[in-house]
């Protein structure tokens, strides 16, 4: 057992340690910006992903760094959303009232319906433009790969989709803040736009980190919301495609628990509960804050050196225009939701 968990440890050390310099080097970035500036312009977590593209533009990691940088990038990302429930209570979204999570479900099932619709108009198959659909209507790479067993895809669509919620899972956290003046959204509108829109837990977490704590709590939220979707569509793309192929059990044999509720939500979700119940003290809030902020960023520095543009080129023009066309709706209905519900 030692020995194993001495080279497991071992594998991950070349890569974690490349992303942890990155990191070092993002915070140091951030440093200076403010001594020349007086501000920083760009936060700690936008320059890890810019230092980690950078990085792989020129440089092409060997296999030896990809277990750190995958563990990097997955892991503790999963883990730094786990901390962030520990700072929130569930009386937050309480206050937003019943018609803010209402809206979420709405705005899951219109975008699904829109988005596969798009997909087929531009002549996509049936199964890339339903993992296109789930990709961008509910939380990205988990979803893609939760509905690919489900209704049959093949590996070379669930790469090309999962290439795309890569490339622009990070344009969004580096253009996503830009819009919160241009929309003159308040920091609550902006966590909500956030939520409805970007494609991970963990990259909501980075997009709103500028806008401040309020803002990344309210867009945790409004994800969650969305995530808790998955295990409903998932379940009802699994009985559709038993009815048409008229198979048994099989599909719904693949799909596990963890794809149906990932680990780190429900971690996320007890914490929460214990937080709002009062046995987690509120002396443990920055700590938690600072180290989730701290895992993030390693993690941002794994997400840009695992970003590949050129598989986004080799995806074809239809399924980059639908998965455009998808988003900008998506943005649209978000947007709409902010000002039907009055947020404020």
């Known amino acids: 057992m030692f020995i194993r968990s001495r080279n497991f440890v071992a594998a991950l050390l070349p890569g974690a340690a490349l992303c942890l310099l990155i990191t070092a080097s993002g915070f140091a970035l951030q440093q200076l910006e403010i001594w020349l500036f007086g501000r920083a312009w760009l936060e700690s977590l936008v320059l ?16 030896s760094f990809l277990p750190g940088i995958v563990f990097s990038a997955k892991t503790l990302l999963e883990v730094a959303v786990v901390l962030l429930g520990a700072s929130v209570s569930a009386g937050a979204i309480a206050g937003e009232g019943a018609a803010l999570i209402a809206s979420i479900a709405a705005v899951v099932v219109v975008s699904l319906c829109v988005s596969y619709g798009i997909g087929r108009a531009l002549k996509l198959p049936h199964s890339m433009a ?18 690919a067993p489900a209704i049959g895809a093949d590996g070379e ?13 990070v344009i969004a956290v580096l253009g996503l803040p830009l819009l919160m003046p241009l929309l003159r959204l308040s920091a609550t509108q902006y966590g909500v736009f956030a939520g409805l829109t970007v ?4 990259q909501v977490l980075a997009a709103t980190a500028p806008a401040g704590l309020i803002s990344v709590q309210i867009g945790t939220l409004v994800k969650l919301v969305r995530v808790l979707m998955l295990g409903p569509v998932v379940l009802v793309l699994a009985l559709t495609k038993k009815r ?12 596990s628990l963890s794809q149906l509720a990932p680990w780190f939500i429900l971690g996320f979700l007890a914490l929460m509960g214990l937080r709002s119940y009062g046995l987690i003290p509120v002396a443990l809030d920055a700590p938690a804050s600072t180290l989730a902020t701290l895992l993030t960023t ?3 520095a794994a997400l840009g050196l695992g970003v590949d543009a050129r598989s986004v ?28 519900l009055a947020i404020v």
Do not use: D, E
């Open 157 to 169: 669509q669930i790469a090309s989709s999962i290439a795309f919620t890569a490339v622009l899972g």
């Open 48 to 63: 890890a992903i810019l230092l980690g593209s950078a990085v792989r533009t020129f440089w092409r990691p060997p296999q």
């Open 244 to 255: 048409q192929s008229g198979l048994s059990n099989q599909s719904n044999k693949k799909l």
């Open 313 to 340: 080129a080799r995806a074809g023009s239809r399924v980059t225009f639908t998965v455009i066309l998808s988003l900008l709706i998506l943005g649209l209905l978000s947007f709409a939701v902010i000002r039907l």
């Open 298 to 300: 390693i993690s941002m």
């Open 199 to 202: 494609y991970a837990v963990p």
């Open 130 to 147: 339903l993992l296109i659909a789930c990709g961008n209507s509910i939380c990205g790479n988990t979803a893609i790969a939760a509905a």
